[in-house]
């Protein structure tokens, strides 16, 4: 089976910098989970943005559900994040200006492949979305009657994993999504994401300064001990 995450002598540099980071190898297969740790500085964040192909100027061979991203032209990665991958962020990039369904859906309006996804489940994008924000643990009289923007960190947090999970994109890339977010709570969101993952296959690759989230993870990539060595 073709690994979601193929690398090869990966390195990524600023212009007049020494590589940031180098990777002789990462092979991450379908459907498992990887978290990155490192100090502040260690590259993780732009790490992160290499895999997803919003960072541009890395050496080394790179491809995500087979497809290698130097070869793809802007739109082609457009079109490959829309498809293939969810993107969790620390600032969760919510449009303020919709409900819950809305945010929720905006990944199938923009991809046949999620909305196709959906359809395969016998469900509308508004009904996926519905069923994904009550698994989050979302009160359903939000969903249509507040906007995103009224919510706490904590409910911003589970609407965006919503977002990135709906229509099962076979890649999950999250920058540290637990950080705002006390322990019980940061277990709590985590036990929702694994099974949410487990229940649509999707492999995930998440950027942690948490130790205590290592164990929860099938791979570990320490940056700060590449640069160590």
Known sequence: MTPILHAESLSFAWPGQPPLFQLPELILPAGEHLVITGPSGSGKTTLLNVLAGLQAGHSGHLSVAGEALSTLSSRALDRLRADRMGLLFQQFNLLPYLNLIDNV???CTLSSVRRDAVSRQGLAPAEAAERLLTRMQLDPALFYRRRVAELSIGQQQRVAAARA???NPALILADEPTSALDPDNRDRFM???????AACGSSLVMVSHDPALIRGFDHHLDLGALISC
Do not use: F, N, S, V
């Open 105 to 107: 859906t905006l990944p």
């Open 165 to 167: 999970l709906i229509g």
């Open 191 to 197: 036990a929702l994401l694994r099974d949410e993952l």
